[in-house]
């Protein structure tokens, strides 16, 4: 009888030691799908940090640009002629405000009408 009980155990240790086996393959494959997303990710966060650092050298240049052109045309409040990302829009109308008030592209499309 002990040669029997013997023999399955060592069997279900086997069984076990094969399904652990099994499981730690599953678990690695899993961390390798999970690393490459992971990259994946690292990478967009990347070209999007980098995207946005473009992005405020050229629109703080802009701004810089921007405020001078208000200066210059004297009737509009430089605060609101800016939006908010740095381009010129067109200001809010006010009563005696004329189309220098607006930027070079409006201008030359009011001329043309």
């Given at each position: 009888m002990e040669a029997?009980?013997?023999?399955?155990?060592?069997?279900e240790l086997a069984r076990r030691e094969v399904a652990v086996r099994q499981r730690i393959e599953e678990i690695s494959e899993q961390i390798a799908e999970l690393t490459g997303l992971l990259e994946v990710e690292e990478d967009r966060l990347s070209r999007l940090v980098i995207t946005r650092e473009?992005?405020?050298?050229v629109v703080g240049e802009a701004a810089?640009?921007?405020?001078?052109?208000?200066?210059?045309?004297?009737?509009?409040?430089?605060?609101?002629?800016?939006?908010?990302?740095?381009v010129l829009t067109v200001?809010?109308?006010?009563?005696?405000?004329?189309?220098?008030?607006?930027?070079?592209?409006?201008?030359?499309?009011?001329g043309a009408t």
């Open positions: 029997t009980t013997m023999g399955s155990l060592f069997e473009t992005v405020h050298e810089g640009t921007v405020e001078d052109l208000v200066a210059e045309s004297g009737s509009v409040d430089p605060g609101e002629a800016a939006s908010p990302i740095g200001p809010p109308w006010r009563p005696g405000m004329t189309a220098s008030a607006l930027p070079a592209a409006y201008r030359d499309a009011v």
